[in-house]
């Protein structure tokens, strides 16, 4: 199972950057067994309010979520055990709150791949493979 991480989610609708955009959509264009995670659909909302001066409204942020939500196979949503092990992860591996949340997330639900530009990737996180797809 694999995850895309939010950052290449804003790339997919953030078009300023062809080569970052192109990745992206080839990405997930052929990525198989996605799941999206709560917290990936929550922060791709949040971020995606920087593209409103590039004419990225709310309403086209909504609606590309929905199209997230379909691309997906299914959707992760958060436990609360993510926590202690997101604690143990953000002092171990040395990540963000968020960025060990969302690793503590693909490591519960046995996910193999994280596409993500963030976190060092290339990594190997136990069995959790990080790669970065623009590198």
């Known amino acids: 199972m694999n995850v895309v991480d939010t950052n290449v989610w804003i790339y997919l609708n953030d078009r300023r950057d062809f080569r970052k955009h192109s990745i992206a959509d080839q990405l997930v264009a052929s990525c198989t067994n996605l799941v999206l995670p709560w917290q990936v659909g929550c922060e791709f909302i949040s971020a995606s ?7 990225f409204t709310e309403d086209k942020a909504w609606s590309a979520l929905q199209d997230m939500q379909q691309s997906a196979d299914r959707i992760a949503l958060p436990d609360p055990a993510d926590w202690t092990a997101a604690r143990l992860l953000q002092k171990g591996e040395m990540l963000s709150f968020w960025d060990a949340i969302l690793v503590a997330l693909c490591l519960r639900d046995d996910i193999r791949t994280l596409y993500t530009e963030d976190m060092g990737s290339p990594r190997v996180i136990r069995s959790l493979e990080l790669i970065n797809p623009f590198a």
Request: aromatic share 14%.
């Open 49 to 55: 309010k920087k593209l409103v001066k590039f004419g």
